[in-house]
């Protein structure tokens, strides 16, 4: 079984997510950008999620995942959000002057998807029509009436 697939659906969908901590503040350095990317890392094993590219800057975060379609991307960012940014007060209690509540992360994301191949897609969708006619010519259902020539509802 393909591991891009679940009972009855095979996937690609991949993400290019952008985030950062709250007021933009240049935090992500040293020790705290190791266990930053330990974290997100973590937390995205233990929901099904490819991290494919990942790069922590001084004031953002940028990933590039394959994430499952039995989750959506605003539940996957708030779930990385929320629960990393509990760990990381766990980690680094200092932090907490400066991010009060444990708001660590900034309302907000960016996230584009990445999509195939457009020639890729031409020939799929090409192919696809050439099979659905095949399809059609095998069945029995008229879609057209033979004697009126109308549409059979």
């Known amino acids: 079984m393909d591991k891009n697939s679940l ?22 350095y040293n020790k705290i950008k190791a266990d930053v990317a330990h974290i997100l890392s973590e937390l995205c094993k233990r929901k099904g999620i490819e991290i494919i590219e990942a790069e922590a800057r001084p004031d953002h975060i940028h990933m590039f995942v394959r994430i499952p379609p039995k989750y959506s991307v605003s539940q ?3 779930y990385l ?18 991010y ?3 708001h660590f ?4 994301y ?26 059609d010519q095998i069945t029995l259902k ?9 549409p059979v509802k």
């Open 142 to 150: 008229e879609y057209i009436d033979p004697f009126t020539g109308e």
């Open 81 to 98: 959000k929320g629960k990393s940014s509990l760990m990381i007060f766990e980690r680094h209690a200092n932090l907490k002057y400066k």
């Open 110 to 135: 960016s996230v584009d998807t990445v999509g195939k191949n457009a020639k890729k897609i031409e020939e799929y969708i090409r192919n696809q029509l050439k099979e659905d006619l095949e399809y």
């Open 105 to 108: 992360w900034c309302r907000g």
């Open 7 to 28: 009972a009855h659906t095979r996937w690609e969908c991949k993400y290019h997510i952008v985030f950062a901590p709250k007021y933009r503040r240049k935090i992500i």
């Open 100 to 102: 009060g509540n444990r």
């Open 76 to 78: 996957i960012m708030g």
